[in-house]
């Protein structure tokens, strides 16, 4: 009894201590960013001026870029996760272990890896191949309101948010995967086979029988990627342009909020540096409301599934 009153107590300690460190997170940045949120009020949030010599900052190209490419990232990243956590669950036991470990590996590589790759091999590729065969060979550069989303004034050198995109998308795939691969291999076998057993396709059974059974989990990993998507900064750096611009089209240079701070902290002072803090505390509001609301949806959607409210 005492074992158990003492393991208790660890737990509950354990768990103090990460809400006492979120905590802390929130009022340090809120403290070393009051100058800036005195100054600007909440204006800051959709001010375009990043002026440090006239001292006047504002949140809205790095917001903006951050969002932007994490969208990007989840969009091209989300289906070929599903599907290769689906296919390894399937596979033959040595393809699947032997894939399964080549996942893990991707995920192991450090972030200023895929930024190198990114500025030597893929901005090349994107600006002699992609960008054109994307707006000139297909044509969507004349497609009205797309072709200006896409191109816009930008023209085709290689950065920008696609490009920063198709990075993150890499880099947060093998983590998706990987959660999602393991949720499904907790599915029971006698819900699947009652699926295949009443004619259904494959297809049907993934869709309506996994990943219905591990949402959760599927959710977890969709939202681990997009916390590192969010908060990714040397591999975006790389690639981005680092243009204090709100972006116009998806071929636009820009910066992120992650990128900003890496780029301006260390020379920061006075009100800038505030205005970072200021940035950083945004990034962390933006990284909890997504948690609170995947948590929130969760639970309005329990009863659909059969789950305990």
């Not at 979120?22 to 009020?41: H, I, K, P, T, Y």
């Not at 969010?230 to 611009?245: Q, S």
């Amino acid at each position: 009894m005492n074992t158990d009153s003492a393991f208790k107590t660890i737990c509950l300690a354990c768990a103090c201590v990460v809400g006492l460190l979120m905590l802390g997170f929130f009022v340090q940045l809120a403290v070393n960013s009051g100058g800036a949120w005195e100054r600007f009020g909440l204006g800051f949030l959709w001010s375009r001026e990043w002026d440090p010599v006239a001292e006047e900052f504002g949140a809205l190209p790095s917001i903006a870029g951050t969002l932007l490419t994490t969208l990007i990232a989840l969009v091209l990243a989300l289906p070929p996760a599903f599907v290769s956590a689906l296919c390894l669950n399937d596979a033959p036991p040595m393809v699947s272990r032997v894939l399964s470990q080549a996942i893990d590996l991707l995920a192991a590589i450090p972030s200023v890896i895929y930024g190198m790759w990114g500025l030597f091999v893929l901005a090349p590729i994107m600006q002699m191949h992609v960008q054109p065969f994307l707006a000139e060979t297909l044509h969507l550069e004349d497609v009205p309101l797309l072709g200006k989303l896409l191109v816009g004034d930008a023209g085709f050198n290689g950065f920008g948010f696609f490009t920063a995109g198709i990075i993150l998308a890499l880099m947060i795939l093998p983590y998706i995967c990987a959660i999602m691969r393991d949720v499904f291999k907790m599915t029971p076998a006698v819900l699947r086979e009652s699926a295949f057993g009443i004619g259904c396709t494959r297809w049907e059974c993934a869709k309506d029988i996994v990943m219905k059974f591990g949402i959760r989990g599927i959710l977890g990993g969709v939202f681990i990627g997009l916390g590192r998507a969010l908060g990714e900064t040397m591999a975006v750096l790389f690639v981005i342009g680092n243009l204090m611009d709100v972006p116009d089209a998806i071929f636009d240079s820009g910066t992120t909020i992650a990128a900003t701070l890496a780029n301006n902290f260390a020379e920061a002072d006075g009100l800038q540096r505030s205005a970072l803090f200021a940035l950083g505390l945004v990034l962390l509001a933006m990284s909890f409301a997504i948690q609170v609301f995947a948590q929130y949806y969760l639970h309005l959607t329990s009863a659909k599934r059969g789950e305990s409210r």
